[in-house]
């Protein structure tokens, strides 16, 4: 899910003040529908980046002793 977002957003920067028309990769996320992949657009697509997951993982601080 996070890859698809990243790859996304990656196209969307690409694509970031030029013109699109219906056949461009980036057309569907000219979200405005101005044919120009603008601040707008951006600002919808960085709303739709997936939650992050809490973490659950515990972590363990100690440190074993060694001699040296």
């Known amino acids: 899910m996070w890859s698809t977002f ?3 957003l990656l ?4 694509a970031f003040g030029n013109p699109v028309t219906p056949s461009d990769d980036a057309a569907q996320f000219d979200f405005n529908n101005n044919g120009v992949i603008d601040m707008s657009d951006f600002i919808h697509m960085l709303s739709l980046q997936p939650p992050i997951a809490e973490d659950t993982t515990i972590y363990c601080n100690s440190h074993e002793k060694t001699s040296r």
């Open 6 to 8: 990243i790859m996304d």
């Open 11 to 14: 196209l969307v920067l690409q």
